[in-house]
């Protein structure tokens, strides 16, 4: 890159859905009583948040970019350029500007806010956030379902994501004879993780092999399409959550403006970004998107997979996760399950990889996903993550965020900074 740029922090609403004490549904005891948070919200709170985690001064803040997918629909509420503007007085009359790529969205603000920084400004808010649960499961589906082709893809299921993520894991179970218990591995961990993360929506939640491993009453498989329906279960899934997130990017002269060292930073080190047809689908045990880009981010710095010690991934689904492990290079292709058989990825393993619970386990309010990986990279480095903190400080952590079934992506690469 021209011009350096820095994490200096940033803060996590809690993430909340069916499933988290806090979250007042019909049978809460709080029901009827108080409500739960609005997208604006938990907009606020981020932004706010992060500006007391990290000590920035709003008036130093040049512009802004906040990730959401779909609040025009789930809070009737678009124009999130000036939302985003509302948090704080501050901020008012700077540039304020949306970015929308699906559940990569907050990987797009990311990435605006690095080309901001690469062309001249000093002092970047990056936010995302989305608000998912007034809506029902169905009526929710649909709206999601516009991330893929619509026209096309949506008829595949009432739950269009969960079965093409069904297709996927039918053919690379096949394809590579991986089993419901080896993915099952994915969904304990996200869980495990969870529970020691007091921000996660899965935090009261448990999880064992057993329970995950094979559909059952209690972990059904929910999907119509008779194809893809024995290989998505419950626990395979993603969170339906309402959070957000917030950090704070600066360049070196940012740095010494908001009275920090170096140490104090994490050094954002590349991002790679690619973008593949919507209307054509790529061989279903591999995603090659997501490949493009960590290859894209390796090739900018000089660093390979072998380099990475910590990581955060897009596990939208279990069988995402390890589709993850192989298109970064973690792994050969199918041979994903093993790094979860041995764990590598564990909070204590060799490459610890969604420490927090990542989005089975953290959750997945999909705009502010992107935004809530490279903070959670920055807690890790800076030792900030309490009972999910990993043992070994991290050098190199790498960031992947996946838009709709591997259509857009964004992958990160940290360096910690002593």
């Known amino acids: 890159m021209s011009r350096r740029v820095f994490i200096i922090g940033g803060a996590h609403t809690p993430y909340i859905g069916k499933g988290h004490p806090d979250f007042i549904w019909k049978n809460h005891p709080d029901f009827g009583k108080r409500e739960n948070p609005s997208l604006e919200d938990l907009l606020a709170k981020a932004v706010l948040d992060a500006f007391a985690a990290t000590g920035a001064d709003p008036e130093q803040i040049e512009r802004g970019y906040v990730g959401n997918f779909v609040g025009e629909l789930f809070s009737k509420q678009g124009h999130l350029g000036a939302a985003l503007a509302g948090c704080h007085p501050a901020l008012a009359n700077k540039p304020m500007t949306r970015t929308e790529g699906a559940c990569a969205s907050g990987g797009l603000a990311l990435a605006c806010a690095v080309d901001a920084i690469r062309a001249g400004a000093d002092s970047i808010l990056v936010a995302g ?103 998505i279960r419950m626990s395979d899934c993603s969170q339906v959550s309402d959070g957000a997130s917030a950090l704070i990017l ?54 390979n997979p072998g380099s990475v010690n910590l990581a955060e991934v897009h596990d939208c689904f279990t069988v995402t996760e390890l589709m993850m492990y192989e298109a970064l290079g973690f792994a050969d292709p199918g041979q994903g399950a093993a790094l979860l058989r041995d764990g590598v990825t564990e909070i204590g393993g060799r490459l610890p990889v969604n420490t927090g619970g990542g989005l089975v386990g953290f959750g997945h309010p999909v705009g502010a996903t992107g ?45 910690n900074l002593e």
């Open 129 to 231: 956030a989305e608000m998912q649960t007034s809506e029902s499961a169905r009526v929710g589906a649909d709206y999601l379902a516009r991330a893929a082709d619509y026209k096309r893809q949506r008829s595949i299921d009432d739950f269009t994501f969960p079965a093409l993520f069904g297709r996927r894991s039918k053919f690379y179970q096949e394809r590579f004879g991986v089993t419901g218990e080896d993915i099952g591995r994915a969904a304990v961990k996200a869980y495990a993780n969870a529970n020691k993360n007091p921000l996660a929506h899965m935090r009261a939640r448990k999880m064992d092999l057993a329970t995950a491993a094979a559909s059952s009453e209690k972990n059904p498989c929910f999907l119509q399409n008779a194809e893809y329906a024995p290989y």
């Open 371 to 415: 935004v809530k990986q490279p903070l959670e990279i920055f807690r890790q480095m800076k030792g900030l993550c309490g009972g999910y903190q990993v043992p070994n400080q991290p050098k190199v952590g790498m960031t992947a965020n996946m838009g709709g079934d591997d259509r857009t992506v964004v992958v990160g690469l940290y360096r």
């Open 250 to 303: 600066v360049s070196e002269a940012g740095l010494r403006a908001m009275g920090k060292r170096e140490s104090d930073a994490i050094e954002l080190l590349a991002l790679g970004q690619s973008v593949s047809s919507l209307f054509v689908d790529g061989d279903p045990t591999e995603l090659s998107t997501v490949k493009h880009a960590a290859q894209k981010a390796y090739a900018a710095t000089g660093l």
